[in-house]
């Protein structure tokens, strides 16, 4: 089943298309990651995912039902999230403000105290409950903010840009926070950083100065390019390139400036081949190269790259 169904969602600012006639769909279950250059409209589509504005044409559906009836029927909690530059009021306590939350999504007082327990121990942030939103660090407020999604178990959670400005390790815990989160529940990231989606997402949608570019699961789409590179452990020579190129399955090669990756160019047929791998190989080896890591098709940023005009 589908948790998200888009269909032609339009929405107008001032006779300016954000979003032209968009139609994409999001498989239950799934980490998606929403990227385009910006101005593409990513945050146009999470406010009206969210309902913070409303659509011009089109619309969609969650679980199979319109959204509009979602709302009459559910109630609030089908859809939850975290806005790029959330804030905590400094006057109460986090575990307080969740509480409040959780008041507000329909849960007793006994029931919304237990609820703001059970996402700050989610988020491995139990004894930080009674801290203030001032007192936080920027790597804990981050976690609170994504912990203050999970209230009322939301069928969809929408994060926008969840680790912008952390340092590297801040940024790991929160991105296995969002893996665990997968096969429980349907996110959907937005980011500028490509190598984060890669790295927690199995679904990819792009879009390009208000259109959809590209909805489909993230390893057909980085394998959409008939490419295999390998990272060489030394550098090559022309001779080696000449070789190669003249392999029957090579299409095309080319080496990088540093010398220490060669790209070949396949026809998509024979991506997994045997033979090719093994052929390359076998130049590699009689030339004395060896190598260190083999990868088919594109990365993300490549295949990004290929099909906007501007960078993430």
């Known amino acids: 089943m589908n948790a998200l169904e888009i269909t032609r969602l339009t929405k107008f600012f001032n006779r300016v298309a954000a979003l032209d006639n968009v139609s994409f769909e999001v498989p239950e279950g799934c980490v998606a990651g929403l990227v385009g250059p910006n101005g593409a409209g990513k945050t146009t589509l999470f406010s009206l995912l969210a309902g913070f504005l409303q659509p011009s044409s089109g619309g969609f559906r969650l679980f199979g039902e319109e959204s509009e009836r979602l709302t009459r029927t559910s109630g609030t909690g089908a859809i939850s999230i975290l806005p790029q530059d959330a804030r905590f009021l400094t006057q109460i306590s986090i575990f307080r403000h969740f509480i409040w939350y959780a008041r507000l999504m329909g849960f007793s007082p006994a029931e919304a105290e237990e609820e703001a327990r059970r996402v700050l121990k989610e988020v491995d942030l139990l004894e930080a409950g009674n801290k203030q939103g001032d007192q936080l660090s920027h790597g804990m407020h981050k976690r609170m903010a994504i912990a203050q999604t999970l209230i009322g178990s939301a069928k969809i959670i929408l994060l926008d840009e969840p680790t912008a400005g952390l340092d590297p390790a801040q940024a790991r815990n929160i991105r296995e926070l969002v893996r665990s989160l997968k096969g429980r529940q349907t996110v959907l990231v937005s980011s500028h950083n490509l190598d984060e989606i890669a790295d927690i997402c199995d679904h990819v949608v792009i879009l390009d100065k208000g259109k959809l570019v590209s909805s489909e699961n993230l390893s057909d789409f ?90 993430a």
């Open 222 to 311: 980085t394998r959409e390019t008939a490419k295999i590179t390998f990272t060489l452990a030394s550098e090559a020579t022309g001779a080696v390139l000449q070789a190669i190129l003249g392999l029957s399955l090579i299409s095309d090669a080319s080496l990088s400036l540093d010398l220490k990756k060669l790209v070949c160019i396949v026809d998509s047929r024979h991506i997994d081949n045997a033979d090719l791998v093994t052929s390359v190989v076998g130049v590699l080896s009689a030339n004395g190269l060896s190598f260190t890591d083999i990868r088919k098709g594109s990365t993300l940023e490549e295949r990004f790259l290929d099909i906007t005009d501007g960078n």
